[in-house]
């Protein structure tokens, strides 16, 4: 059997729920497991909601898989609790795996969140507050936290790990400055692989995330890949990534077109500097005969070959797995490698608003081009745009030329900072461009904007020319002797 993920084994907030009246609790007692929506589930038939506290406890897997399941808080240990196609689960206060101490073993808070699956906390998670918790996101699975924080290993003794196998994890708006807490005397690890962590873009999270990434609280493949943060994948947000050594195209857990996709990947280093690398190379859209792999020449689609890319076919709407197993020439050849994987889809239509623009105003409004580009994948129905003003210094000072046009004219009447942005579809998706265009009263304030401006030598009056006004101050301090005439001054 080929392993997919293997689990080991900040600020501190009240517990205490938000101030809104708690109906009772429940708690899980299918013994050999069943679907969240089946009162026969819950003790008493009583099922959790927003008013409705959750207790599990042991090994008893929990199936969400209707979209308005909800509680209002969740203690859970044992599991695991999967979040599946098609479900939703909304927790309105805390969501907390390994509350007690002796949650720890099998009895550890698991929970699982699948592609199509959805976590919305309204509050805060804690991964492993006491003991242990795990929470694995899968490919498409997404976890959005709006308020407060998400607790990796929240007190002494806590232990948890947050695997980030595909999907995201989203801290939303909501979350504070620093949205993430590691505590000093917990073990705490997020595991980024082919998912993301995205986080609001403040200077607190910048901050935290360099000093944890470099504590190796946060790692990529297990330690062996690459920790990438990304402030401009998500205009406002903070995207942290893994990236395997491999350097995988498509990106993992990422989106290729539909029809020929090219799989790239660059091998590892071998034994005998030099030596070519041989590969296997396996492909399917069935995630379990990768994991089970007890069929492998059926999956395989390159045979102990020194290449760097192999073609395949993608159809519309599927998911793809695919690993490379490489011959570096070790005693233990074949070495494998992770599954990878990507969504084969109609791709957005890249958009590019252009390059930021600086300009001033003459006399009166100045009206310019704005040269956009946008490409799309060839989607029968080809592509719209439309041009939008998003920011200005005062209503009505962009006027926009032809809005549903690519490359068309702005006209900006006022002093100040405008952004504009571009949407470009195809009928199905939606991607976005901005540009940001600083105006100012005059050239020589829009020169000293660009970056890299240097002063002409002789500029004395900073007017960006060289003149007599300039030659009369020269005149002025002609001679003038502004060295000091103490040999030991003592500052203020």
Not at 219 to 231: N, S, W
Request: charged residues 20%; negative net charge; glycine residues 12%.
């Amino acid at each position: 059997m080929r392993a997919r993920v293997i689990l080991c084994g900040g600020i501190l907030l009240s517990l205490v729920g938000t101030l809104h009246a708690q109906a009772g609790s429940t708690t899980w007692i299918a013994p050999n497991g069943g679907q969240w929506s089946v009162a026969s589930n819950w003790a008493g038939g009583l099922q959790p909601s927003a008013q409705v506290k959750a207790f599990f406890n042991g090994r008893s897997e929990c199936v969400v898989d209707v979209p308005n399941a909800a509680a209002w808080q969740i203690d859970l240990a044992g599991g695991p609790l999967k979040i599946v196609q098609g479900g939703t689960l909304t927790v309105t206060d805390w969501f907390i795996l390994g509350y007690q101490a002796d949650d720890v073993g099998d009895n550890a808070g698991r929970l699982e969140v699948y592609d199509g699956g959805v976590l919305d906390c309204k509050v805060r998670l804690y991964v492993g507050y006491r003991a242990e918790g795990f929470l694995t996101v899968w490919e498409g699975g997404k976890v959005n936290i709006h308020t407060q924080t998400l607790g990796v290993g929240q007190q002494p003794g806590g232990k948890g790990l947050v695997q980030l196998e595909g999907g995201t994890l989203n801290l939303l708006d909501g979350t504070n400055a620093q949205g993430l807490n590691f505590t000093a005397g917990a073990q705490g690890t997020i595991d980024c692989r082919g998912g993301a962590l995205v986080l609001r873009d403040t200077p607190e999270n910048r901050s935290y995330l360099t000093r944890v990434i470099g504590e190796k609280k946060i790692t990529a493949y297990a330690g062996i890949g690459e920790v990438v943060v990304d402030p401009n994948e998500n205009r406002g947000r903070i995207t942290v990534r893994g990236i395997h050594p491999f350097r995988p195209s498509p990106r993992d857990d990422g989106t290729a077109p539909v029809g020929e996709v090219v799989l790239k990947w660059i091998p590892p280093d071998p034994c005998v500097p030099g030596a070519p690398v041989p590969v296997d190379v396996y492909f399917t859209d069935d995630l379990n005969a990768l994991l089970q792999f007890d069929n492998p020449a059926a999956i395989r689609i390159v045979t102990k070959k020194a290449v760097t890319s192999a073609v395949v076919q993608a159809q519309p709407k599927k998911r793809y797995y695919w690993a490379v197993d490489s011959y570096v020439g070790s005693a233990k050849d074949p070495v494998l490698g992770p599954i990878f994987s990507f969504m084969s889809d109609n791709m957005p239509p890249a958009t590019d608003a252009g390059a930021d623009i600086v300009t001033w105003l003459p006399n009166g409004p100045r009206t310019g081009v704005l040269d956009a580009t946008v490409s799309d994948d060839g989607g029968a129905g080809g592509y719209t745009v439309k041009w939008t003003v998003i920011k200005e210094p005062q209503p009505g000072a962009a006027v926009i030329a032809a809005p549903a046009v690519e490359d068309t004219t702005v006209t900006l009447a006022a002093v100040g900072v405008y952004v504009l942005q571009l949407d470009a579809s195809d009928g199905e998706y939606t991607s976005s461009d901005t540009v940001t265009i600083n105006v100012y009263a005059g050239s020589c304030e829009a020169a000293k904007a660009v970056p890299g401006y240097q002063p002409l030598v002789g500029d004395l009056n900073g007017d960006c020319r060289v003149d007599d006004l300039d030659l009369t101050l020269l005149q002025q301090n002609w001679l003038k002797d502004n060295s000091l005439t103490q040999d030991w001054l003592r500052l203020p």
